[in-house]
Every structure is written in C-alpha cells, then in structure tokens.
C-alpha cells in the first residue's frame, strides 16, 4: 500500500523522565465539571448528563512552546485543566475499573475562542470554531502514573505574566477522572493514546499576545509557554 499523499505526522507529547513520546490519538473535553466555572459562565451543574466536546489531535503544543493567537476571535480564554492520558481503551468502561485504563496525567490549557462560543450557545449552534481550533490545546510533559500515582486533590493553578488567574482543586471536580472515562466510554470506544481534559475552575479570562503563562497541577505537572 502507497499513500497517495506523504502522511502527517502523528502529534506525541514527550513523556516526563523518559526518551519517550506519548502518540496522541483523539482529544476529550468535558465542560462545566467544577461548579464554580459553572456559575462565572450562567450554567449549572448536571451530574445526569455530561457535556464533553472534542479537540482535534494536532491541536497539542506541548510544554515551551508558542501559541499563536487564533483568527476570527477578539476573545480568546485561558481554562487550565487536568489532563489524563490513556495507556488502554474500550466501550462500556465500570467506574472501578476505569483508572487502571490511565497511563499518564498533565496539565493543559482547554483555550477557547470565547466570543464564538456565546454566539454558538446563543444560535444553538455546535462549539467547534469556539473549541477545536489550531493550537488549542497546550498541554505539559505527561507524568506516569507509575512516577505520581492517579491524584485525587492536588491544587490547580494558572500564572499569566506572574499573575495568579486560575486556582481551583481537582477534588472539585463534578465528574472525577473514573466517572470521566465510564461517562465517554458509553458514547465512545476509548483507544490507547486518548487525552481527555477534565474541565477548569472558575477564572476564566482573557490571553492577548505577548502573554506568558505558566499553568499547573500540584505534584504532577508544570506547563509554560507563550501566546505570539
Ligand atoms: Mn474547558
């Protein structure tokens, strides 16, 4: 078999204290999973019904890097995150048994087009210009979960130009990671190389060129880069 083009290559993001690079296969995102990032947009929790979206694989920028800033928005938001990293899949995945489908964690920017975002909820229309553009998904070097265990509380917190924007605690998390996986794992069959960014806490706001953030989960990982 000959592609009848060369084939992009596949995006990979360097593992912590190894020569290794995690090959990215899809982007999950679940919105409105910390009550207070509920609240600052007008929205409320549901604990019946998940609301996850998706980012494209080649969205990643990983750690150092440079972001630049999207067309079409006047309103680009910061929302750090936790992100997972999965070493397994499958469908129908028990909420006992889905953290032992984890093979990494890290921290990410799910960074959002915030202007299209409000027009998409207004019109009822979908929210992938507002979500699943270039350079969307910034994310850190993946930490094992052989080096950091699977964190249940650490604090989650984002610098912009050493200004504290963000800090929540991902014990506040609506869905937890395990309810996470079982939740997509109905809609979707999860696969090796699967990211799923859990959702930020309230202190969402703008990033304008030349800003430079730093974002980060207590004890599991530190993300830095800029937007040009
Ligand atoms: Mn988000």
């Not at 030349?210 to 989960?217: H, I, K, L, T, Y």
Request: hydrophobic letters at 45%; aromatic letters at 8%.
């Amino acid at each position: 078999m000959t592609y009848a083009l060369a084939p992009h290559a596949i995006p990979a993001i360097p593992v912590a204290g190894t020569d290794l690079r995690f090959p990215v296969h899809r982007i999950y995102c679940i919105g409105r999973n910390y009550a207070d990032h509920a609240a600052e947009m007008g929205a409320s929790v549901d604990r019946t019904q998940p609301l996850f979206f998706m980012k494209p694989a080649d969205a990643i920028v990983i750690d150092d890097g440079d972001v630049p800033y999207p067309p079409a928005t006047q309103d680009l938001h910061h929302e750090v995150e936790m992100v997972v990293a999965l070493a397994r899949g499958g469908r129908d995945i028990a909420v006992a048994h889905a953290l032992e489908h984890v093979y990494a964690y890290g921290v990410g920017l799910d960074l959002t087009r915030r202007d299209l975002q409000a027009n998409a909820k207004k019109q009822g229309h979908p929210w992938d210009t507002a979500k699943g553009f270039d350079a969307s998904a910034p994310v850190s070097a993946l930490r094992r979960v052989a080096e950091v265990g699977h964190p249940a509380a650490a604090r989650l917190m984002l610098e912009v130009n050493g200004e504290r924007r963000q800090e929540g605690n991902i014990a506040h998390m609506v869905f937890s990671v395990a309810e996470i996986i079982h939740e997509l794992s109905k809609y979707y069959e999860l696969e090796s190389g699967d990211l799923i960014f859990t959702g930020t806490p309230a202190g969402v706001a703008a990033l304008h060129r030349g800003d430079r953030f730093r974002a980060e989960v207590e004890g599991v990982a530190v993300l830095e880069g800029r937007i040009i």
